[in-house]
């Protein structure tokens, strides 16, 4: 079975392993099994490009050991977060470019609120309406 990474472009799969080293999660995913994420990953990610509010406002309260795991439905935010990050890694050719486009605010839709695309991953049905707005960018269409 081939790893999760491998379906990922070069760069985007780069920026992924830099935010998630570990290789639990990607086996789990590969196998299609519930991957586990762990408090210390989520402070990795949360240093290195942001995480969205809900997760952070979700788990930091919480106060859990650094090894242990994050409930089910936060890890798969944290994952669903870093995967966009890397997809925008790969369209902008930097990370700089990356997290300077993952931190400002854009609307969710025309005259509707504006959020940055890190915020909007963990808002509910976020994650895809990030990934339809790169798609979008990558095609040229704002």
């Known amino acids: 079975m081939a790893d999760y990474i491998d ?3 070069p ?8 935010l998630l080293p570990g290789e639990s999660w990607r086996i789990a995913r590969s196998e299609g099994i519930a991957p586990t994420v762990t408090v210390a990953d989520w402070t990795h990610v949360r240093t290195a490009i942001g995480t969205p ?3 952070d406002e979700a788990i930091a309260p919480l106060a859990l ?12 935010v944290l994952l669903s ?17 990356a997290k300077r486009w993952w931190n ?7 005259g509707g609120p504006m959020y940055t695309p890190k915020d909007w991953t963990g808002l509910p049905d976020g994650a895809p309406q990030v990934a339809a707005l790169i798609r ?3 095609h040229g269409i704002y």
Do not use: G, H, M, N
């Open 53 to 55: 509010a809900a997760l």
């Open 11 to 18: 760069k985007a799969a780069a920026a992924i392993q830099s």
């Open 81 to 97: 977060t870093v995967t966009l990050y890397a997809l925008a890694v790969d369209f902008f050719d930097t990370e700089d470019q």
């Open 104 to 110: 400002t605010p854009l609307p969710v839709s025309p």
């Open 65 to 76: 050991p650094v090894d242990a795991p994050l409930p089910p439905a936060w890890a798969t």
């Open 7 to 9: 379906l990922f472009p």
């Open 136 to 138: 979008r960018t990558q």
